[in-house]
């Protein structure tokens, strides 16, 4: 059974920096591609980042330069440096075992941005 748990969320002001982390079991996490999506009030799922199974990292335009996708294979953990952050990137992150369009996720983990 897929098992993806998040954490790192929380309170940030305007240009604030956090890193999430996300731990996964029940698959082989070197061979999987894995994403972030996120989730803002009153709005559908949004594509963060993915990273493929050979590290390669893609962004919509609304975050690439800002943050940064990793794993770290040996510790089946999945990462998402967020910089810079912007009021409008307050949301529920969730960890996905795939690509954007999978169902597989965690519970999520909160960002607040807020002066």
């Known amino acids: 059974e897929v098992h993806l748990v998040e954490s790192g969320g929380g309170l940030v002001q305007p240009g604030g920096s956090l890193r999430l982390s996300c731990v996964a079991s029940g698959f082989t996490f070197a061979d999987s591609a894995m994403t972030w999506l996120r989730q803002a009030p009153g709005r559908g799922l949004e594509w963060v980042a993915t990273?493929?199974?050979?590290?390669?990292?893609s962004y919509p335009p609304e975050v690439k330069g800002r943050f940064t996708i990793s794993r770290d294979n040996a510790k089946n953990t999945l990462f998402l440096q967020l910089n810079s952050l912007e009021p409008e990137d307050a949301a529920m992150y969730y960890c996905?075992?795939?690509?954007?369009?999978?169902?597989?996720r965690g519970q999520g983990t909160q960002v607040t941005v807020s002066a």
């Open positions: 996905v075992k795939g690509y954007a369009d999978s169902e597989e």
């Open positions: 990273i493929n199974r050979g590290s390669l990292p």
